[in-house]
Nanobody
Framework: QVQLVESGGGLVQAGGSLRLSCAAS????????MGWFRQAPGKEREFVAC????????YSVDSVRGRFTISRDNAKNTVYLQMNSLKPEDTAVYYC????????????????WGQGTLVTVSS
């Protein structure tokens, strides 16, 4: 059973940057497509970005494109999310998960989630 541990969140002013990490244990992720999701207060969890197992291709939602960069280090079994030019609307708990493309959208492949990491962007 894979365990995903997110870290790197915090409080930052608008325009600032954070780098999130997602470390996996219990299973190698090097053959898995990985993604980041977020859940803002009072809203449903939503897909943010993903990266293919090889690291060659990434996808992201329009609202973060050009500001967030997803990457991975398969040797460390870790996925990253570099977030620049942060906005108050980026405030959320961020989660990682294995992703699959189903019914026309990227979604989580694992039912279990980590504890997430809270990102708070002040205006």
């Amino acid at each position: 059973q894979v365990q995903l541990v997110e870290s790197g969140g915090g409080l930052v002013q608008a325009g600032g940057s954070l780098r999130l990490s997602c470390a996996a244990s219990g299973r190698t992720l090097k053959t898995s497509n990985m993604g980041w999701f977020r859940q803002a207060p009072g809203k449903e969890r939503e897909f943010v970005a993903c990266i293919m197992w090889s690291g060659s291709t990434t996808y992201s939602v329009d609202s973060v494109r050009g500001r967030f960069t997803i990457s991975r280090d398969n040797a460390k079994n870790t996925v990253y999310l570099q977030m620049n030019s942060l906005k108050p609307e980026d405030t959320a708990v961020y989660y990682c998960n294995v992703v699959i493309f189903r019914s026309g959208r990227w979604t989580n492949a694992l039912d279990a989630w980590g504890q997430g990491t809270l990102v708070t962007v002040s205006s």
